[in-house]
């Protein structure tokens, strides 16, 4: 099981409390810094799960940590009707929610407020549902796995995007740098939460990556499961599915 890693070390409160409070704060900031942080490859990264989504031609998607709603809003390319993002910081989801009425899609997305570890919704009814950076901020990954699996429908794709630790050597060299001195000193410059962007990179570097995360997958049910390294490896795509 993934180290817990909470953004506030002095604090008593539970990861899910100090996550929400930590994207409440960086709600207004995050679309700009998470640009800047990855280069701007994380829309590329989105696309191809658009792509593989599209693939299954769902007819509605669920979106779990859909923070300010980039992937929910891309996923409106795909066939489906009915697009819910459904997250746990009311923040993140207001400047969700205003992206959305400003692209006039309020019809297909609705956003939600949730906790992926309780699921709101009965059991069999997503076609398609995906989550992108969120699974490393849940604080009981098999709980949220448990409820995922629940509620898509046998058939259905569950597709995750997270950060993943590179193989090679020297890529992992270069990529350890990065994430340990400039994401925290970007933060740092940048951020109203000086910490946010410190518990960003680690909770990436213990987070478990490929056939780890693979496996614990297919322990909680999931068939036909996958994954692609994106990028040398500094971010990988999981697919999925339920008998
Ligand atoms: C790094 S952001 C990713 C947002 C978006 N999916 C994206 O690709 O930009 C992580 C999101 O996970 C949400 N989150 C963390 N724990 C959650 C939980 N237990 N249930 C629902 N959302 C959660 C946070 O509030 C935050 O908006």
Redesign the pocket.
Same mark, same amino acid.
């Given at each position: 099981m993934s180290k817990k890693v909470k953004p506030y070390k002095d604090s008593e409160a539970t990861k899910?409390a100090q996550?929400?409070k930590m994207?409440d704060t960086i709600s207004k900031e995050y679309d700009g810094l998470?640009r800047v942080i990855s280069f701007g490859i994380d829309v590329k990264w989105r696309k191809k799960v658009v792509e593989l989504v599209k693939q299954k031609q769902p007819e509605n998607i669920l979106d779990? !940590?859909? /923070?300010?709603g980039?992937?929910a809003i891309n996923l409106t390319e795909t066939s489906a009707k009915e697009i819910i993002g459904?997250?746990?910081?009311d923040g993140?989801l207001e400047v969700g929610r205003q992206k959305i009425s400003d692209k006039k899609l309020d019809s297909v997305i609705s956003m939600v407020i949730?906790?992926?570890?309780d699921l709101p919704f009965e059991a069999n009814t997503f076609d398609a549902i995906t989550v !992108?950076? /969120?699974v490393r901020?849940?604080?009981n990954l098999e709980k949220?796995l448990t409820e995922i699996l629940r509620v898509l429908k046998p058939d259905g794709i569950f597709v995750i995007l997270e950060t993943s630790v590179p193989t090679n050597p020297v890529f992992k060299l270069g990529y350890n740098a990065y994430s340990k001195f400039m994401l925290p000193a970007i933060g740092k410059l940048f951020s109203r939460d000086r910490v946010a962007y410190k518990y960003l990179s680690e909770s990436a570097s213990v987070f478990p990556y490929g056939e780890q995360l693979n496996n614990i997958l297919r322990k909680i049910g999931f068939i036909n499961v996958e994954h692609k390294p994106q990028t040398m490896g500094v971010a990988t795509i999981y697919t999925a599915s339920k008998a």
């Open positions: 899910k996550v929400t994207f998470n779990i !940590a859909t /923070g300010t980039d992937l459904l997250d746990i910081s993140m949730g906790d992926s570890e !992108a950076f /969120g901020n849940f604080e949220g």
